[in-house]
């Protein structure tokens, strides 16, 4: 088989390590790609949101299977554009892909279907918006409708935050068209964990709960970022949990999207707070997370390629992937400055150390340039280990990320702290 895989991060180098071991599969390509993917897959210089020139090259090259990593092209309509060239492709269409590209599609949709999110209003006006938040008086969420490259959602915790969020989205047009109507939510109060359903519109198999670190800093400090590391299974996410997500989420949102003339084929990110009356939705991706792709590859024991193949073929009611009994964990190591401004082309050393045989470096945003890699994005390794107990694989983590290097690399010490302190570890 030749495999396609579109992106150039941190998930698509997994998702690529992950492919490669799969006795199918005759050569990989990657599109973009990066300095770590070029190890593994020959890189392709066209960008994702390239889909005519992606669909017209996979066609050529008769590609049999194409795996989409970034949300971007399946909101452009990329699964569409292939499949009409008759080519295989893992991903929802743009329909489905809503759920994402829209956060007033899927709160429309949650609350018409009965399935548990917070309370919204949405506005089209920003001093409508405004006027609203300075009613309400409380702690809220605002949210921009659009994509917005992980920073459309904005926590606040006074009116005034409330009011410079709706300015910087909707006046200031931070994030562009993403802006132009918003989603401002009640503030919502537990603990975030991540399902992901793997599912053929009908059927679907959920993998390991995943808990991601989203701030910059120690303790939950400082910015958003896309994300700083995670690990998996989340021990927040218990068998009663899950049968709850099954029931009141999984489950609607299949058979909403069916009945919205959208069915949903591919991978459905749950991002859930688990609160006090259960489990709500904060927010639906339509692919795999980044990092917690990184902690799901490695605990994956069936053929991923197996799987992905038995969702494009609406297949997957025959199928349900192996999963290992062990806990995987990923540190983020980024860019000085990140998530503000960095600098790139800082030499990375290190990676060619013997690493554990359990330890995986995904790369994120590195770049080669000469005969040394580079870094080229802000977050720019994702260090990856497994191991029979959570404290583990962390520990084979944190060693091999002491021993990589390069200028202001910075990285949390405390992945994991969550699940740790639950188990008293």
């Not at 150039?8 to 973009?32: C, D, M, N, Y």
């Not at 066209?46 to 194409?66: F, G, H, K, M, Y």
């Not at 489950?251 to 006090?276: K, N, W």
């Not at 991923?304 to 540190?331: F, Q």
Request: with cysteine; aromatic share 6%; charged share 25%.
């Amino acid at each position: 088989m030749y495999v396609l895989v579109i992106g150039s991060g941190g998930r698509e180098h997994a998702l690529i390590w992950k492919i490669r071991q799969s006795p199918k599969v005759t050569q990989i390509f990657a599109a973009p790609g990066n300095a770590g993917t070029a190890e593994l897959a020959e890189n392709v210089p066209i960008a994702p949101e390239q889909v005519e020139r992606l669909a017209d090259w996979a066609q050529e090259q008769s590609i049999n299977l194409t795996v989409v990593g970034p949300e971007v092209p399946l909101t452009l309509g990329i699964v569409e554009r292939f499949e009409e060239k008759g080519l295989t492709i893992f991903g929802p269409t743009s329909r489905a892909a809503r759920l994402e590209g829209s956060k007033v599609f899927a709160k429309e949709l949650m609350k018409k279907h009965g399935i548990p999110t917070a309370a919204f209003e949405v506005f089209a006006d920003p001093e409508a918006a405004k006027a609203y938040v300075r009613t309400i008086g409380r702690p809220c969420v605002v949210k921009a409708d659009g994509l917005a490259a992980g920073k459309g959602a904005v926590v606040c915790h006074s009116t005034g935050e409330a009011v410079e969020a709706i300015q910087l989205m909707m006046a200031d047009r931070a994030f562009g068209s993403a802006g132009e109507r918003v989603v401002i939510e009640e503030m919502m109060s537990g603990e975030e964990a991540s399902v992901f359903a793997v599912t053929d519109g009908r059927d679907y198999a959920e993998l390991p709960a995943v808990q991601d670190h989203k701030r910059a800093l120690d303790g939950d400090r400082g910015k958003n970022t896309g994300g700083m590391g995670a690990y998996a299974p989340a021990p927040v996410v218990t068998p009663d949990v899950m049968a709850q997500v099954r029931t009141l989420i999984i489950e609607p949102t299949l058979a909403a999207m069916e009945r919205e003339e959208a069915p949903y084929r591919g991978v459905l990110y749950c991002g859930l707070m688990l609160t006090t009356e259960g489990p709500k939705v904060v927010e639906f991706n339509c692919r795999f997370g980044d990092p917690e792709c990184q902690v799901l590859m490695p605990l994956i024991r069936s053929d991923l390629v197996d799987m992905l193949l038995a969702v494009c073929e609406r297949r997957l009611a025959s199928y349900r992937p192996d999963i290992e009994n062990r806990h995987a964990a990923c540190v983020v190591m980024a860019s000085g400055g990140y998530p503000d401004a960095y600098e790139k082309g800082k030499p990375i050393s290190g990676l060619d150390r013997p690493a554990d045989r359990s330890t995986v470096v995904f790369h994120s945003g590195t770049a080669r340039s000469g005969d040394r890699i580079v870094t080229a994005g802000g977050r720019v390794l994702a260090v990856t280990s497994a191991g029979t107990t959570l404290p583990e694989a962390l520990e084979r983590c944190y060693r091999a990320v002491r021993s990589i290097h390069f200028d202001g690399a910075h990285y949390r010490t405390d992945i994991g702290h969550r699940a740790l302190r639950r188990n008293n570890l």
